[in-house]
């Protein structure tokens, strides 16, 4: 007979033995669910890929046809627990679904095949490819022999929620020339430059100036800011404010193919600087939430404009990438009412995106064909505006003409912009060629800027003769467009100094060129990183398209076109 000891044990092991059962049972449960979801997610129905950034990504099936879904986006865990209850007739828990989900990640990130996901537009093996974003995934596929809209393309893009439903654009009858009706511009000749730079907009894969709207209340800047966008990136969002972070700024750019800010009276430097690299192509980074350390990687393109009563570009190099674009208030008698006005845009919608497709579609055969004997810094919009203008009925030397002239307005804002250049502009009014030492220049630069009270205009007046480096590197080129050439130098004597030469080019015969140390020692001894070293500087000459092959000038326009 068991003593009570023995007893007490016994009662011990079925008690565990049970427990250990349930558990068991738990556990079997849970994997099974969890199994079973992962098992939802097969290459018939769903394939799974990471995108260039590393992020795990879905391809599905959905009625009959494929859409792309972020895994960790809301939509996908739905579709996933859907697809659950239609074959199980149950709701897996919380805990089952968040394993499949971890498990999927990391299958789509180590096994799953890296594709690019693109953001509206797309370039591939000579085709452009432009999101319709609508319920059937559809895009259209833009060469040089046509266009036409594809029902499964190949290539896969990226869409966020803000993002709108672009209309089918009609063949045959497209007519971009119809958007002139909506734009009140004060200098209507610039209405070709604006329909090119639409165009462009289509084409990926290259910088993009900036449109920079201006003028009174009353233009309808915001107005055309919408209806860019909604030619070009229909979003519900229309117009943006400008963020007041970085962070937020890198993210709303990334997020939209075109990003208009509307309404923009200041822009601080780093907002400057960061509109400049989107434009170019240059990456950005920043810290993942809820991580210590984990950065997100943005690199990206994007097309970008601008509004405001004033210019909002101020830096030189922001209005390099711009095109200045006046507006004019709207008189009572052509107001219209904001429903009338949106209803015959859209109308005319399908007819003006046709019509950017035809043009892009001509440009890509002409593209090639264009030669330049010299480019200014947007080159690539330089070359593809003058096939666009081309494929527009117009002719490139007229596009060139007028690119070149709104060129020269930057230029002339960028130096009223600054109190260093204007400073500088007076001091050579009476005089063809001055030199002498950083300090004295600075000394006499103070004085007329104290009589003209630009030192008073902002905070970009130099605090001392080694801060002016600084400004006169970043205003030298600009000022070249006025015919002042500014040499850091050592004379014959071997002295260091500063010569300003005006309406003749700088040859310097007796100077040697100095090195980047000599330059900062030159303009008063403090080390300042990002001047530049002195170049041999030329006045502008004329930018004339190359002749065509029979000899006979610039296609479509006069060879002997001054601009």
């Known amino acids: 007979m068991p003593n009570e000891d023995e007893k007490s044990e016994e009662r011990l092991d079925q008690i565990l033995k049970k427990d250990s059962k349930k558990h068991d049972g738990e556990k079997e449960e849970h994997e099974t669910a969890t199994d079973k979801l992962i098992k939802l997610v097969d290459d ?15 391809h599905l ?28 007739t149950k709701a897996p828990s919380s805990n089952a679904i968040m394993s499949a989900l971890t498990i999927l990640e990391g299958k789509a990130c180590f096994n799953g095949e890296e594709i690019a996901l693109e953001n509206r537009i797309a370039h591939r093996d000579g085709e452009i490819w432009y999101d319709l974003a609508n319920k059937n995934w559809q895009a259209v596929k833009i060469t040089a022999n046509g266009w036409e809209i594809v029902d499964r393309p190949p290539i896969l893009f990226r869409r966020y929620s803000h993002q709108q439903e672009q209309v089918l654009p009609v063949k045959d ?21 604006l329909l090119v730079y639409v165009v462009s907009c289509f084409i990926p894969d290259i910088a993009h100036p900036i449109p920079i709207l201006y003028g009174p209340q009353g233009a309808s800047k915001t ?63 920043k810290r993942e939430l809820y991580s210590d350390d984990d950065d997100i990687i943005y690199n990206f393109r994007r097309c970008v404009g601008l509004n405001g009563i004033n210019v909002a570009a101020k830096k030189p ?8 674009l ?51 810094r947007m080159a690539d919009f330089t070359i593809w505006g003058c096939a666009i203008a081309e494929a527009l009925r117009f002719s490139q030397a007229e596009f060139l003409q007028i690119y070149y002239t709104n060129i020269g307005q930057q230029n002339d804002e960028a130096i009223e912009e600054s109190s260093v250049a204007m400073a500088i502009l007076s001091f050579m009014a ?10 004295i220049l600075f000394e006499k630069l103070e004085a007329i800027a104290e009589d003209e009270n630009l030192n008073d205009r902002g905070s970009d007046w130099p605090g001392s003769a080694s801060a002016l ?61 990002d001047v530049a070293p002195p170049a041999t500087m030329s006045p502008p000459t004329s930018y004339v398209p190359a002749p065509k092959k029979d000899g006979s000038g610039a296609s479509g326009g006069n060879s002997d076109l001054p601009f």
């Not at 799974?48 to 590393?54: A, I, K, R, S, T």
């Not at 962070?247 to 075109?258: A, K």
């Not at 190099?317 to 200045?324: A, E, V, Y």
Request: contains cysteine.
């Open 44 to 58: 018939d129905n769903c394939k799974l890929f990471h995108d260039q950034f590393n992020e795990p990504y879905a």
């Open 61 to 88: 099936l959905i009625n009959d046809h494929w859409e792309t879904w972020k895994l960790k986006s809301k939509q996908f865990k739905r579709w996933l627990c859907s697809q659950f209850w239609e074959l199980y």
């Open 173 to 193: 009858t497209g007519d971009l020339e119809k958007f002139t009706y909506f734009v009140n511009l004060a200098q209507p000749e610039q209405m070709k430059l």
């Open 223 to 285: 107005t055309l800011g919408r209806m860019l966008r909604s030619l070009i990136d229909p979003s519900s969002v229309g117009v943006l404010s400008l963020p007041t972070s970085v962070n937020d700024l890198i993210q709303q750019i990334s997020h939209h193919w075109f990003a208009f800010f509307d309404n923009v009276t200041t822009m601080t430097d780093w907002a400057s600087d960061s509109l400049c690299r989107a434009v170019t192509g240059e990456g950005f980074s």
């Open 317 to 324: 190099d922001l209005l390099d990438r711009g095109i200045l």
């Open 326 to 376: 006046k507006l004019e208030r709207i008189t009572g008698d052509k107001r219209k009412g904001e429903r009338d006005l949106w209803k015959e845009f859209n109308e005319l919608k399908p007819v003006m995106l046709g019509g950017i497709f035809d043009a892009l579609s001509k440009a890509m055969k002409l593209h090639d064909s264009i030669k330049l004997d010299q480019i200014p």
């Open 430 to 439: 009476n005089r063809t060629e001055w030199e002498g030492s950083a300090s």
């Open 469 to 529: 480096s600084r400004s006169i590197n970043q205003m030298s080129a600009n000022l070249v467009e006025k015919n002042i050439y500014i040499e850091l130098r050592k004379g014959s004597n071997g002295q260091r100094a500063i010569r300003i030469q005006k309406n003749a080019k700088n040859t310097a015969e007796d100077a040697t060129a100095a090195t980047p140390e000599e330059i900062n020692e030159i303009m008063g001894g403090e080390i300042v990183d």
